[in-house]
């Protein structure tokens, strides 16, 4: 029996909604080594700068968002990286985020990130963290939406503490949603920050009297919380005040 072009065509719809239906649409991870440490749907690892120092005057964690099917264009995806020191050492780190590179898989040539931003602003070259100072920088990277389907990531930095040079290569292997979302907002792939304000209003000279001013004056409270993304759909974040909690 000859099939019509229509019975064709709608099999060829069906099939492609079936396929678009199974494509996975984000993926998970976590550092191969070290323990895991989460902060509002970021999971990275910390280590001591430089690697080899005895003592934690100075850290800096690498972290991966999820990675996620760009809405844009569904034949690519994004992922944010995160790295942020805390340098209490008496000398500067140096560090070039544009100089980052995330390989997906066995891929060796790996990405340069795209975006670039600290403190919600564009960041070109180098940057000197000084003593007593925190820097947090993200990085947004552009795959292929193959990248989805890898079971790997290696997220590839470096930094320089005085004249030496500290090449970095941080891997993170596929994980399940519910590890990603251990962090303190459960947010996919953001940083969140919240601010509480107070006012007091009322009929002046009377509201300042003792023992009776408070039936002239009165009080309100508001507080906000916002979610700044690291992924597609909103402004990157960075320099968002925030601990990094361990997450086993």
């Known amino acids: 029996m000859r099939s019509s072009p229509r019975t064709v065509l709608l099999g060829a719809c069906a099939a492609l909604l079936v396929a678009a239906g199974c494509a996975p649409r984000e993926a998970y991870w976590r550092p191969a080594e070290g323990k895991a440490v989460g902060r509002d749907g970021l ?6 700068v430089p690697p080899e120092a005895a003592d934690n005057d100075a850290t800096v964690v690498a972290a991966l ?8 264009d569904g034949r690519r995806a994004e992922i944010g ?4 020191f805390r340098n209490k050492r008496a000398e500067s780190i140096r560090f070039t985020p544009g100089n980052t590179l995330l390989s997906a898989g066995g891929d060796a040539r790996g990405m340069a990130p795209v975006r670039v931003r600290r403190g919600g602003r564009s960041l070109e070259g180098p940057v000197e963290i000084g003593t007593w100072r925190e820097a947090a920088f993200v990085l947004v990277f552009e795959l292929p939406v193959e990248a989805l389907e890898a079971r ?11 004249e030496r040079e500290y090449p970095q290569s941080t891997r993170f292997r596929v994980a399940g949603p519910e590890f990603a979302r251990r962090s303190i907002s459960g947010d996919a792939a953001g940083l969140t920050g919240g601010s509480t304000y107070r006012s007091e209003s009322g009929v ?5 009297l003792p023992f009776l ?3 002239f004056r009165g009080a309100s409270s508001s507080s906000s919380r ?6 597609p759909g909103g402004s990157e974040a960075g320099g968002v005040a925030g601990e990094w909690w361990p997450l086993e």
């Open 43 to 48: 999971v990275g690892v910390r280590s001591r």
């Open 81 to 84: 990286a995160v790295v942020e």
């Open 204 to 208: 002046p000279l009377l509201m300042d």
């Open 65 to 72: 968002s999820p990675l996620v099917r760009s809405e844009r």
């Open 213 to 215: 001013g408070f039936l």
């Open 226 to 231: 916002s979610t700044l993304q690291v992924g």
């Open 152 to 162: 790997s990531m290696t997220l590839l930095w470096a930094y320089r503490v005085g």
